[in-house]
T-cell receptor, first 111, second 112 residues
Framework: AQSVSQHNHHVILSEAASLELGCNYS??????LFWYVQYPGQHLQLLLK??????LVKGIKGFEAEFIKSKFSFNLRKPSVQWSDTAEYFC?????????FGTGTRLLVSP | DAGVTQSPTHLIKTRGQHVTLRCSPI?????VSWYQQVLGQGPQFIFQ???????GRGNFPDRFSARQFPNYSSELNVNALLLGDSALYLC???????????FGQGTRLTVV
């Protein structure tokens, strides 16, 4: 069965700290991977995506993610977080028809 | 640019009632997908439509149905509402396959 798991449900960081959110997927065949962000009161927005090629993917707002096929992982990173990064982050995967989401990680960045 | 628009934004219904949620995709997008997001969880896939045909269905009861119109807008219908149907319902549009989906603000449905 297709599944996505996110290990950290809540993360609290101080501004300028580094961020890494874990994501593992279980998928047969070709998989496309995504990180979405949901800021308070706003809609889901795409942070970055991986389809193929360079496993290190750079997205918006300084975020990046690394696809490690052998570990079935697609972890999200940011070297220095800001207060405005406070949001919920979702990892998602798709083969063809649907996006399968993880349960999300709530990130709180304290100023 | 107009993004994905959903209506209404908020809705309160009583158990046993019926509800219709609406979605207008981004201009030029032919695929619409519906997701249910319960508090504290990630969105769960309900349906995908492409060119007015159902392409995928998630693990939801038959009380849930949807359709897509010739202008690619879509409706999600839920009959015989249960308290557990209370959730944020998200619509996402994409060019064809939901490889890169753009989400609307959602409709917050509360069943009392």
């Amino acid at each position: 069965a297709q599944s996505v798991s996110q290990h950290n449900h809540h993360v609290i960081l101080s501004e300028a700290a580094s961020l890494e959110l874990g994501c593992n997927y279980s998928y047969g065949g070709t998989v496309n991977l995504f990180w979405y962000v949901q800021y308070p009161g706003q809609h889901l927005q795409l942070l970055l995506k991986y389809f193929s090629g360079d496993p290190l993917v750079k997205g918006i707002k300084g975020f990046e993610a690394e696809f490690i096929k052998s570990k079935f992982s697609f972890n999200l990173r940011k070297p220095s977080v800001q207060w405005s990064d406070t949001a919920e982050y979702f990892c998602a995967a798709t083969g063809f028809q649907k996006l399968v989401f993880g349960t999300g990680t709530r990130l709180l960045v304290s100023p | 640019d107009a993004g994905v628009t959903q209506s209404p934004t908020h809705l309160i219904k009583t158990r046993g009632q019926h509800v219709t949620l609406r979605c207008s995709p981004i201009s030029g997008h032919k695929s619409v997908s519906w997701y249910q997001q319960v508090l504290g969880q990630g969105p769960q896939f309900i349906f995908q439509y492409y060119e007015k045909e159902e392409r995928g269905r998630g693990n939801f009861p038959d009380r849930f149905s949807a359709r897509q119109f010739p202008n690619y807008s879509s409706e999600l219908n839920v009959n015989a509402l249960l308290l557990g149907d209370s959730a944020l319902y998200l619509c996402a549009s994409s060019l064809d396959r939901p490889v890169e989906a753009f989400f609307g603000q959602g409709t917050r449905l509360t069943v009392v």
